[in-house]
């Protein structure tokens, strides 16, 4: 049974971060990738980032600089930490598992096969 378990959010200042995990049970690093993606209100599901088992790393384009991926094989989670946060970060951040490449994941939804629940986060101003 694959599972995805993503966590971390809340409600934060702007300007501040946040480091967001994503605990994975069920499949192997070694098939799949994790990414990450984030919902704002109203709007579509967005690549953010990924990585894949041997540490290779893409962001989606408009996401470089504040947002940093990284994963810990032995505890079976990948981290998404985010700096200097900005009201428009605001959204459910979702982690996905896929046999994809990160850089076909990171440019569609549609390229994840196994969805966490989310993790909701939100930036005042």
């Known amino acids: 049974d694959v599972q995805l378990q993503a966590s971390g959010g809340g409600l934060v200042a702007a300007g501040g971060s946040l480091r967001l995990s994503c605990t994975y049970s069920?499949?192997?690093?070694?098939?799949?990738?994790i990414g990450w993606y984030r919902q704002a209100p109203g709007k579509e599901r967005e690549g953010v980032s990924c990585i894949s088992r041997d540490g290779t790393i893409a962001d989606a384009n408009s996401k470089k600089g504040r947002f940093a991926i990284s994963s810990d094989s032995i505890r079976n989670t990948v981290y998404l930490q985010i700096e200097n946060l900005r009201p428009d970060d605001t959204g459910t951040y979702y982690c996905a598992a896929s046999p994809s490449m990160c850089e076909v994941i990171v440019t569609t939804a549609r390229a994840a096969l196994h969805w966490g629940q989310g993790t909701l986060v939100t930036v005042s101003s």
């Open positions: 069920g499949i192997s690093f070694d098939t799949y990738n």
